[in-house]
């Protein structure tokens, strides 16, 4: 089974209006980290917001946020107020557990074009 | 310099040649990463270091080499490559404390093409 499920290969959105990438994920794990990473054009990894899995409330950073379900096993990105730069490739990614430096998983992505 | 680097950007390689990419973290971090990213695919884990000592090897063939001569800096030596090689490899670190909460940090990348 896939780790990271992003099931939007491309989405649209209007310049200025909120748009949501979705990202369902698999572990069995109870200690995990959750990131969504933003990748311009130019091929740099962009880190954007962290979400734990103990934690309580929905983490945000500025524009983003993410709408964290544990028991649905999704964490999904918000991006409020789209602006034309933000146009790009979006992963979402999940480390699963402690002391596993390989157990970090990235999903096939979602391209996001914001329209003018 | 900030963040994490690599050179070089673009390398263009037959198949035949040696090559190195070269990668540099400047966050005091003590885990670095290669990924490789081919069009349409998820992200690869490659190689895995924390505190210089190679952790994990994901069934990369021997053509890749890494080498980690410090907490700093990390290589990927190319040599007889295929042209299914050619993708971005990403390089990437992160604090090396094994925690969940742990970002990994990316640089640039290189893409690479081989012919």
């Known amino acids: 089974a896939q780790k990271i499920t992003q099931t939007q290969p491309g989405m649209f959105v209007q310049e200025k209006e909120a748009v949501t990438l979705d990202c369902t994920y698999d572990?069995?794990?109870?200690?995990?980290?959750l990131f969504w990473y933003k990748q311009p054009s130019s091929g740099e990894m962009i880190f954007l917001i962290y979400?734990?899995?103990?934690?309580?409330q929905n983490a945000t950073e500025g524009r983003y946020s993410l709408n964290f379900q544990k028991a649905r096993k999704s964490a999904n990105l918000v991006i409020s107020a789209s602006q034309l730069g933000d146009s790009a490739m979006y992963f979402c990614?999940?480390?699963?557990?402690?002391?596993?430096?390989?157990?970090?998983?990235f999903g096939s992505g979602t391209k996001l074009n914001v329209k003018p | 310099e900030t963040g994490v680097t690599q050179t070089p950007r673009h390398l263009v390689m037959g198949m035949t040649n040696k090559k190195s990419l070269k990668c540099e973290q400047h966050l005091g971090h003590n885990a670095m990463y290669w990924y490789k990213q081919s069009a349409k695919k998820p992200l690869e884990l490659m190689f895995v270091y924390n505190f210089k000592e190679q952790t994990e090897n994901n069934s990369v063939p021997s053509r890749f080499s890494p080498e980690c001569p410090n907490s700093s800096h990390l290589f990927l030596h190319l040599h007889t490559l295929q042209p299914e090689d050619s993708a971005l490899y990403l390089c990437a670190s992160s604090q090396g404390q094994g925690q969940a909460q742990e970002t990994q940090y990316f640089g640039p990348g290189t893409r690479l093409l081989v012919l």
């Open positions: 572990t069995s794990d109870p200690s995990y980290g």
């Open positions: 990614a999940m480390r699963e557990g402690v002391d596993n430096f390989n157990k970090f998983y």
């Open positions: 979400q734990g899995s103990y934690d309580q």
